[in-house]
Each structure stands twice: as structure tokens, then as C-alpha cells.
């Protein structure tokens, strides 16, 4: 049987992550992970998969050493977010407003986690395991016994659940679900164009679900488009040319002349589990919480778990105390389940406001971003809140 200090069962961006912070601790952690991302190249396509990283975020792959490796591949800022339904009722943040360089960065996925694996790469103490998965997990008096795809017996004194929202690890606790699918499935579009809007990210609400835009580059871009279960998968069934002419038909007219190159779906759903902690088992990222993509903040939320466990087994360990002990994992439910739970309020009422074609609800929604518009500080403080400052 071979032992481990920590066990996080996931590789992926929230999984990588917990393991870049958590290896200065000088622990032996063990990372497990079914399949390692595709290498780099320059000339590959964008993935369809990408995520807006606040300026939190940011700071947290720097203190990983997995930022400069990112951005040797590829990485877009921007300084500007638009919101409106109406034209001439928008909100629009400014990163000079609030004497920022940048809101966010749009990173596709696959390269966040190949960054955090580069910088794992130089922890002697880190064992990436991989391609592996889990099959059994048994808590005991020592922490638990873990049972690998591939045959191995591995004990953990603490395991991390950072195997996304239909964690195969935590369906080995007794941690229960609150859970629900919205109305709408989601769209992502690969395109490229000649009069993109390199940094601005731009989202119009309609009744059957926004419209989004996220800059990629000078000429790349990805769309987001949320509408009807159905529609989305008619959509889905067009090839790249007829789904470019509905995108014309259906977007604002603001990209110029544009051709798609890939095109992805899945369903939205909402998640959050009763409790983050059970025995030596935490959950961390969409194992914990998955929430409406709206705004985009679903990876910084899960990155804000990794970081305050790992600040708390930091403190153990270097007080020399037991990193285990189920007070400090209770502080870490206690400090990130409130967060998740106002953040997925706070997109739910999003979600709930713009879904309906009422003329009344139009109206007062319009004049609604119109004073958000105004409001001068409070929209700043709102910006920094969303962008973990």
C-alpha cells in the first residue's frame, strides 16, 4: 500500500491549483487525474472551453509559478464589460475607472491547466498519476484508503474531491445534493473575424437567454449563446456556415465579417452540496458548486476554495499542528460556502429577471442597467467585488 499525505482526485484547473498552492507545505501530495491535457502548439485553433479569470485568480497562478507558462502560450486581457438589452440602456466597467490594467483575462481552459502543470513539474514532493482515476474510497481512522483504475492501493490522511460536478469521489460520502437544471442549454462558438472588439467582452440579454462575446485576440473571439433546450440543439446540428448566418441574424451586428470554427453545447445546471466537508473527504470547485455561467465566474469561485484550504493547512503545518483536524476543514466550509451561495443567488436572480418577454419587467430591467449605469461608486465596488479585489 503506498501513503500520501493528500490525495486530490481531479487534474484539472481547481485540482492543479490546490497542488501548486499546497506544495510548499513540503507534504506528499498525490495527483490523480484520467487524461492529461493535449500539449501546445501555437497554431491550434482556440478550445471552446475558456474561462475569464479575475484579477484574483491572476494573482493566484503567479504565486503558483504557473502564469508566466500560461502566458508564453496564450492569454487575452481586457479592459472593458458591456451589458444592456436595450441599446442606450447598458452598464459598461472600465478597468481605468477603478485605475485597473486590465477587468480579467480569457485563457482557454486546457492551457490554465497545462501552466499548473508545468509548475508542478518542479515539486519533488508532487506526484502527478496519470492517466488514473478512482474506483473505491473507504474513510478510516487514518484517513482513508483509496482504490486506483489501475489496480493500486493508496492511503490518504486527506483526500480532496476536485473531479467536477458528477465527482465520482463524492458519491463515496453520504454528502448530499441541492440540485436543479434551468431551462436553457448553452452554445460555445469558436470564430474569428476582421473588426472584433479586442478589449471588450459584451453581453445582451434576451427573453430566451443572453448573447455573449469573449475576446480571444485580435481576430479570435468566442460566442456564448443561451436559448431553449431545443434550440440549441438545432442549433447544433447546423454546420459551421449556416450556424454563422443564425449568429448574424440573432447577435448584435458589432463583429464584422466572421466565420465560425468549432462549435460545442451542454446543459446548465445548478449544484451545491449540503456540506463541503465529510471525515477526511473536502470538496473543492464544481465537485462543491456549479453555478449559471452568466458572468463567468465559476472557475474563480473554485479557485477561492483552493486558496483558502490551502491557507488553512498552511497555517497547520507550519504551527505544527494537525493539517486534518476537522475544526480547520470546518473553517473552510464555513468561510466559502456563504460565498458560492451568494454568488449563485445573485446569478439566479440574474437568470430569473432577463428569461421572460414581459413588457413591464422589459422596462424596469432597461431602466434597471440604466441607473447601474450611474451609480458611480457602487458600480466600481461591484466591479472589484467581481474581480476578487
Not at 4 to 9: L, P, Q, V, Y
Not at 28 to 36: D, H
Not at 119 to 139: F, M, R, S, Y
Not at 155 to 184: N, P
Request: hydrophobic share 40%; aromatic share 8%; glycine share 8%.
Amino acid at each position: 500500500m503506498e501513503q500520501c499525505d493528500i490525495a486530490i482526485i481531479g487534474g484539472g484547473m481547481v485540482g492543479a491549483l490546490a497542488a501548486a498552492l499546497l506544495a510548499p507545505t513540503g507534504l506528499q501530495i498525490r495527483l490523480v487525474e484520467a487524461k492529461a491535457p493535449t500539449p501546445f502548439a501555437p497554431e491550434q485553433a482556440p478550445d471552446l472551453r475558456v474561462s475569464s479569470l479575475s484579477a484574483t485568480s491572476v494573482r493566484l497562478l503567479q504565486q503558483a509559478n504557473a502564469w508566466a507558462s500560461i502566458m508564453a502560450m496564450r492569454a487575452w486581457p481586457y479592459q472593458r464589460l458591456e451589458a444592456y438589452e436595450w441599446q442606450g440602456f447598458n452598464t459598461t466597467f472600465n478597468a481605468e475607472d477603478i485605475d485597473c490594467a486590465f477587468l480579467g483575462y480569457m485563457v482557454e481552459n486546457r492551457l490554465v491547466q497545462l501552466g499548473l502543470w508545468h509548475a508542478l513539474a518542479e515539486w519533488q514532493n508532487v506526484h502527478i498519476d496519470c492517466p488514473n482515476g478512482l474506483t473505491d474510497l473507504k474513510q478510516t481512522d487514518q484517513g482513508a484508503t483509496l482504490t486506483l483504475n489501475n489496480g493500486q492501493v493508496l492511503q490518504a490522511k486527506l483526500v480532496l474531491a476536485c473531479d467536477g460536478a458528477e465527482s465520482h469521489t463524492r458519491s463515496f460520502t453520504d454528502i448530499g445534493m441541492t440540485a436543479w437544471d434551468y431551462a436553457q442549454s448553452c452554445m460555445l462558438i469558436s470564430m474569428q473575424g476582421d473588426a472584433l472588439e479586442p478589449d471588450t467582452t459584451w453581453q445582451q440579454f434576451t427573453p430566451s437567454g443572453p448573447r455573449a462575446f469573449l475576446p480571444l485576440g485580435l481576430t479570435t473571439g468566442s460566442l456564448v449563446w443561451y436559448d431553449q433546450k431545443h434550440r440549441i440543439k438545432a442549433l447544433a446540428e447546423l454546420d459551421n456556415e449556416a450556424l454563422a448566418e443564425q449568429v448574424r441574424l440573432h447577435f448584435p451586428d458589432r463583429m464584422g465579417h466572421f466565420k465560425v470554427l468549432d462549435k460545442g453545447q451542454f446543459a446548465l445546471r445548478r449544484r451545491h452540496a449540503n456540506q463541503y466537508v465529510q471525515g477526511c473527504v473536502v470538496l473543492l470547485g464544481d465537485a462543491a458548486h456549479t453555478i449559471n455561467p452568466l458572468a463567468g465566474q465559476g472557475v474563480n469561485l473554485g479557485f477561492k476554495d483552493a486558496q483558502a484550504l490551502s491557507d488553512i493547512i498552511h497555517h497547520a503545518v507550519e504551527g505544527g499542528l494537525d493539517f486534518t483536524d476537522a475544526k480547520g476543514l470546518q473553517r473552510y466550509q464555513q468561510q466559502r460556502r456563504g460565498d458560492n451561495l451568494l454568488m449563485q443567488g445573485a446569478m439566479d436572480v440574474c437568470y430569473h429577471t432577463f428569461s421572460n418577454d414581459l413588457l413591464p419587467l422589459k422596462i424596469l430591467r432597461n431602466l434597471g442597467l440604466s441607473v447601474a449605469e450611474r451609480s458611480g461608486p457602487l458600480k466600481n465596488k461591484v466591479m472589484k467585488y467581481a474581480m476578487g479585489l
